[in-house]
T-cell receptor, first 115, second 109 residues
Framework: SAVISQKPSRDICQRGTSLTIQCQVD?????MFWYRQQPGQSLTLIAT?????????ESGFVIDKFPISRPNLTFSTLTVSNMSPEDSSIYLC????????????FGQGTRLTVV | GQNIDQPTEMTATEGAIVQINCTYQ??????LFWYQQHAGEAPTFLSY??LDGLEEKGRFSSFLSRSKGYSYLLLKELQMKDSASYLC??????????WGAGTKLIIKP
């Protein structure tokens, strides 16, 4: 199974600022995803991070607000830009291997509070 | 559209058995997952079914019927630590996970 290191684990940020979340995997993986989970709700997919190209965003999420980088097969970042209190949520990185169709593994999550 | 349905909340007694159902309608099917999520923590993998039938893993079992678009997670000999949310997710034709809203399981002594 893949080991995922996600940081920071939590942060409290001022509105209008930006936060970059990092996701590091201990092995090369095909698919990397970024999710948001608001209190009491299930996971919502923000985007699929594509290695060497622009991320694929889900409806309701745009690159200007959530820029994503994936420079290689083991690392990705998600930036939450120009934050507002509505962005307070848990952000999760997950990885999956398309060929082996193994389960998705999750990072520990980043608990973000915007004040 | 794609849809995953599971009950919002269930209550069971310590030592008993509980079955959490999940029905799905997705564009393609490459397997169904069950995850456990304790409050404030990331989801952890429980099971993966891609063929019809029952998969048993200790106290937890998962069943799949592809023709019915139906799965269930069976938890036996319930313990207080099993109190958590249980998420059903389907891997669609694009190998993306479609998530249910989760079932909050409350275990009472």
């Amino acid at each position: 199974s893949a080991v995922i290191s996600q940081k920071p684990s939590r942060d409290i940020c001022q509105r209008g600022t930006s936060l970059t979340i990092q996701c590091q995997v201990d092995s090369q993986v095909t698919m990397m995803f970024w999710y948001r989970q608001q209190p009491g709700q299930s996971l919502t997919l923000i985007a699929t991070a594509n290695q060497g190209s622009e991320a694929t965003y889900e409806s309701g999420f745009v690159i200007d607000k959530f820029p994503i980088s994936r420079p290689n097969l083991t690392f990705s970042t998600l930036t939450v830009s120009n934050m507002s209190p509505e962005d307070s949520s848990i952000y999760l990185c997950s990885v999956a291997d398309r060929e082996s169709r193994t389960e998705a593994f999750f990072g520990q999550g980043t608990r973000l509070t915007v004040v | 559209g794609q849809n995953i349905d599971q009950p919002t909340e269930m209550t069971a007694t310590e030592g008993a058995i509980v079955q959490i159902n999940c029905t799905y309608q997705t564009s393609g099917f490459n397997g169904l997952f069950w995850y456990q999520q304790h409050a404030g923590e990331a989801p952890t993998f429980l099971s993966y079914n891609v063929l019809d039938g029952l998969e048993e893993k200790g106290r937890f079992s998962s069943f799949l019927s592809r023709s019915k678009g139906y799965s269930y997670l069976l938890l036996k000999e319930l313990q207080m630590k099993d109190s958590a949310s249980y998420l059903c997710a389907v891997l669609d034709s694009n190998y993306q996970l479609i998530w249910g809203a989760g079932t909050k399981l409350i275990i009472k002594p």
